[in-house]
């Protein structure tokens, strides 16, 4: 069993940045795809970032160049960089794992993150 503890979220201005972090425990980070996806009121949940063990990297269209994701398998920590926020990007934002072994999925319970001046 994998635990997903979501920090990091808040209010911010258009253009500004925040930076999520996620920590897992259950499983070494080693072991787990990792990745944050997002949904906002009224829309399916979205790729936002993902990101392998080996740190091989992908990301949605409307985040490329904007926003970053980061593993440190020492501390179990998977982070997202969002910079040069948008109205847009408000959503609750979710951090899931996928064992390798197994395949099995593992959601954290959501930060908000809301972009409004």
């Known amino acids: 069993q994998v635990q997903l503890v979501e920090s990091g979220g808040g209010l911010v201005q258009p253009g500004g940045s925040l930076r999520l972090s996620c920590v897992a425990s259950?499983?070494?980070?080693?072991?787990?795809?990792m990745g944050w996806y997002r949904q906002a009121p009224g829309k399916q949940r979205e790729l936002v970032a993902r990101?392998?063990?080996?740190?091989?990297?992908e990301y949605g269209d409307p985040v490329k160049g904007r926003f970053t994701i980061s593993r440190v398998n020492a501390q179990n920590t998977v982070d997202l960089q969002m910079n040069n926020l948008k109205p847009e990007d408000t959503a609750v934002y979710y951090c899931?794992?996928?064992?390798?072994?197994?395949?099995?999925?593992?959601w954290g319970q959501g930060t908000q993150v809301t972009v409004s001046s």
């Open positions: 899931k794992a996928v064992t390798i072994v197994t395949g099995d999925n593992y």
């Open positions: 259950g499983s070494t980070l080693s072991m787990l795809e």
């Open positions: 990101i392998s063990r080996y740190g091989n990297t």
